[in-house]
């Protein structure tokens, strides 16, 4: 981990008594500590990383990370111990700041996303414009790390040691651009402070993780932190105005004294949406930049997709990219792996479309940013998964019936319940649908019945490769399966 070792003062850190130490890596996790690491002991959500201080110092600790109340829990232990203490008001900050300093290599130019919603699409898009315009780049969060390096995640946003060990290798592999997720979780705490960012850029807001944050406005405020501190005072906030809550955040950034970039259909955007037209595959959109008009066609499916795509383009922007260049890029856009994911398509014209939506309000957007796309009728495929919230599972069912023209009813990831039950919870709010169990079938049921002009929204599973039954992850691939469906149905296959 890092290079050699690194004393506490080049950390940033100052120990008690002024004691010094050469700090050999850095652990959060007391198991992985090794003689000479620094371990963090931070404050948690049921235990505090206190606890653990005991341990690490067994495991050979140099120094400790944490805050009045970690000392203070292991402070018999850290009495008898040669180890250097620091106590941070906030130790989850700085270790951010620390982890920043002992990778130390990090992509030059970085752009953090926040919201509920289009993180991801976002994250992707700036992603693809940077490597259409020359640059080696990649997008960090849900999906991973993708692009012109590639790793896997656990988290949307990495706790601070992985977070910043990852845009090191990246930044030594020869990435120049990075774009990650903010989630409000790893902005409440504290994971994104020490990332050197160009430009931030806001989505929306709605109501989401309130299991994690006590309130609506507590949750607003973590995302809030994006700009209320981690970008510096010279960065640039790039704001989707269309959202109630996006004046509030253009405020918050405006204060801090950050230059404010504003997207949006509003007629006072900066990068204004005027006008979008659908069609089967795509849709044309004229945007207004600088009192100047121009129309392109993005083959990307649903209304918001637009609203990305001008964050996306205001970002690479306000990081320096000439717009003429960005605007030109734009078509070249793809839609994001199992969002809205044109799957397969008929020979009489039909569309198969593969979606994450999983919940009752995703399942209601899909299908709603999908109908101006289609001129017949709109067949949805929903299951809901085993072992997570039951309460949903009607009310996916009545989302897709409200909908929809047709609904089929199939698995998703059963885990450990009984399939038939959740098809049945599901069933209650779903009127007259369909129930196919095995999936393949439902999916090839969806795309027999597929006129000219219709369309497939198989929903839920979006870019996962495995259905999980009982203990077992067997391959299914949704794509996969609705182009073999398609071929089957019209005579293509070998």
């Known amino acids: 981990m890092g290079n050699g070792a690194k004393t506490l003062s080049e950390l940033g850190l100052t120990a008690r008594g002024g004691r010094e130490a050469q700090v050999t890596g850095l652990a959060v996790d007391s198991r992985e500590v090794r003689e000479g690491h620094l371990f963090a002991a931070l404050p948690g959500t049921r235990v505090h990383g206190g606890e653990f201080i005991q341990y690490a110092l067994r495991m050979g600790a140099g120094a400790v990370l944490t805050d009045a109340e970690g000392a203070r829990i292991a402070a018999e232990a850290l009495a008898a111990s040669e180890a250097a203490l620091v106590i941070a008001e906030d130790p989850r900050q700085a270790l951010a700041f620390s982890a920043a300093l002992w990778f130390g290599a990090q992509p030059e130019v970085m752009v953090a996303i926040t919201g509920t919603n289009g993180k991801t699409s976002v994250a992707t898009f700036v992603r693809h414009i940077w490597q259409e315009l020359?640059?080696?780049?990649?997008?960090?969060?849900?999906?991973?790390?993708?692009?012109?390096?590639?790793?896997?995640?656990?988290?949307?946003?990495?706790?601070?040691?992985?977070?910043?060990?990852?845009?090191?290798?990246?930044?030594?592999?020869?990435?120049?651009?990075?774009?990650?997720?903010?989630?409000?979780?790893g902005l409440a705490q504290r994971r994104l402070d020490g990332v050197h960012l160009r430009a931030a850029g806001f989505t929306n807001f709605s109501q989401d993780h309130l299991d994690y944050h006590a309130s609506f406005e507590e949750y607003f405020d973590a995302k809030a932190g994006l700009f209320a501190r981690v970008l510096p005072d010279d960065g640039v906030a790039v704001v989707n105005i269309d959202d109630a809550r996006g004046v509030d955040m253009a405020a918050i950034a405006s204060a801090r004294g950050q230059h404010v970039l504003t997207v949006g259909d509003a007629e006072g955007a900066d990068i204004c949406l005027s006008a979008q037209r659908f069609d089967a595959t795509g849709q044309e959109i004229r945007i207004v930049h600088e009192g100047v008009a121009r129309q392109l066609r993005l083959p990307l499916i649903g209304g918001f997709q637009g609203e990305n795509v001008l964050l996306a383009a205001g970002l690479v922007i306000a990081c320096g990219a000439e717009p003429e260049e960005v605007f030109d890029a734009l078509p070249q856009l793809r839609t994001v792996r199992g969002r809205m994911q044109l799957a397969?398509?008929?020979?009489?014209?039909?569309?198969?479309?593969?979606?994450?939506?999983?919940?009752?309000?995703?399942?209601?957007?899909?299908?709603?940013?999908?109908?101006?796309?289609?001129m017949g009728r709109l067949v949805a495929i929903i299951g809901a998964g085993?072992?997570?919230?039951?309460?949903?599972?009607?009310?996916?069912?009545?989302?897709?019936?409200?909908?929809?023209?047709?609904?089929?009813?199939?698995?998703?990831?059963?885990?450990?319940?009984?399939?038939?039950?959740?098809?049945?919870?599901?069933?209650?709010?779903?009127?007259?649908?369909?129930?196919?169990?095995?999936r393949a079938e439902a999916i090839l049921r969806g795309v027999d019945a597929l006129g000219p002009g219709d369309a497939l929204l198989i929903c839920g599973k979006g870019h996962e490769s495995g259905q999980t039954v009982g203990d077992i992850v067997y391959p299914f691939d949704d794509v996969e399966q609705a182009s073999v469906a398609v071929a089957a149905l019209d005579g293509r296959l070998p």
């Open 134 to 185: 020359g640059h080696s780049a990649v997008n960090v969060g849900t999906t991973g790390v993708e692009g012109d390096w590639d790793a896997p995640l656990a988290h949307t946003t990495p706790e601070p040691i992985t977070l910043h060990r990852v845009l090191s290798q990246a930044a030594r592999a020869g990435v120049t651009h990075a774009a990650m997720e903010a989630s409000s979780h």
């Open 344 to 374: 397969a398509t008929r020979e009489n014209g039909a569309a198969v479309f593969v979606d994450f939506a999983h919940t009752p309000d995703a399942i209601a957007t899909a299908i709603q940013a999908l109908r101006p796309h289609v």
């Open 386 to 438: 085993g072992d997570r919230d039951r309460a949903k599972r009607p009310l996916m069912g009545q989302a897709a019936a409200e909908h929809a023209d047709l609904v089929i009813v199939t698995d998703d990831n059963p885990r450990s319940e009984n399939p038939a039950a959740i098809r049945a919870a599901v069933m209650e709010g779903a009127g007259d649908a369909s129930e196919v169990g095995d």
